[in-house]
């Protein structure tokens, strides 16, 4: 599709039902870009720690990933992954660099779109850099296999508005019940907009493995009772020293501690994630971008 002849102004007064069934003009499926958020409803449940290290995983298999750190607010992909980006969104929104001139490329093939502490919600940005950054992020579609979102934490308006226009989350708890009362309410916040995503849920930091499996199947069948929604439990993640002693080396655990028992667990789960998916289902970057703006209008936060 020629971007330039797009009017991505227009898209504030798109109702989102429309786009969920919407057939555009975007690249059809098999040439759109897997995209999926890893929220959580508690912070510091280990979304970072995943998100990076499971690119780098799927990286390794030859998967072209991209990952978005849009947790706006304190951003720190790059702090696990000891780089330091020279540029990073704020300057891809206020046009002083472009997409290509912001990414990291690590060794692995993993690409860093390295994000801005302190960067507002993307609701709250001008029309201009929002135009700048969907122009940018578009030319990403068919590019990578997938593009991994880091996300903040809660129940907020960018948050909500991620997962929603991604259409496929990685739901992250721990065992302790704070996090699994928060990834509820963020699942009810999520089924409040009747819309059509996939909620897979991951376990982390679980002590043994066991109680991950039966917290998971608890918060399935409480969302499935209450809220009528599915959630599929992708896997558990277990509780792992390697994990703090790499994020203090800065050097990625998969990297850090190829055969510990998180990194065992990451290439499970990287397995079941690559493996789960409908070509059909596939958002792609354009789509993901178009209803963020479209949304932005309909989520409170
Ligand atoms: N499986 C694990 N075993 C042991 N420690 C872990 C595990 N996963 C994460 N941690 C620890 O938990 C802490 C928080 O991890 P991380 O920064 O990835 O969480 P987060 O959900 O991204 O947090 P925030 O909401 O602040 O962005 C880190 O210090 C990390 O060392
Ligand atoms: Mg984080």
Redesign the pocket.
């Known amino acids: 599709m020629n971007v330039k002849s797009y009017q991505f102004k227009n898209m504030d007064t798109v109702p989102p039902e429309t786009l969920v069934t919407a057939e555009d003009d975007f690249a059809p499926p098999q040439f759109r870009s897997r995209v999926i958020a890893v929220s959580?409803g508690k912070?510091?449940?280990?979304?970072?720690?995943?998100a990076v290290n499971l690119g780098l995983t799927l990286a390794k298999r030859g998967i072209r990933v991209a990952l978005l750190d849009a947790?706006l607010g304190?951003a720190?992909v790059d702090v696990l992954m000891g780089i330091r980006p020279d540029y990073h969104l704020q300057h891809l929104i206020t046009g002083q660099r472009s997409l290509a001139e912001i990414i990291v490329e690590t060794p692995s093939g993993l690409k860093i779109i390295p994000g801005a502490s302190g960067l507002p919600d993307l609701a709250d940005l001008p029309d201009a850099q929002r135009d700048v950054l969907l122009r940018a992020m578009m030319a990403l579609d068919g590019t990578v296999d997938l593009l991994l979102i880091?996300t903040?934490?809660g129940v907020g308006r960018n948050v909500v508005q991620f997962i929603l226009s991604a259409g496929e989350v990685l739901l992250?708890t721990t065992p302790e019940p704070t996090a699994v009362t928060d990834a509820y309410a963020l699942v009810k916040v999520l089924a409040g907009y009747h819309l059509p995503i996939s909620i897979k849920l991951v376990v982390?930091?679980a002590q043994p493995p066991s109680e991950g499996d039966l917290v998971a199947r608890r918060l399935a069948m409480v969302a499935e009772q209450f809220l009528g929604r599915a959630i599929e439990p992708l896997g558990v993640?277990?509780?792992?020293?390697s994990?703090?002693q790499a994020?203090r080396r800065q050097i990625p655990v998969v990297e850090a501690s190829p055969f510990s028992p998180?990194s065992t667990g990451l290439n499970r789960l990287a397995e079941r994630l690559w493996n789960d998916v409908e070509v059909q289902q596939v958002t792609g970057i354009s789509q993901f971008f178009r209803k963020i703006m479209a949304l932005r209008s309909v989520i409170s936060g």
């Open positions: 959580s912070g510091g449940v280990g979304k970072t720690n995943i947790d304190t720190n880091d903040g934490a992250v982390n930091n993640l277990p509780h792992d020293k994990v703090p994020v998180m």
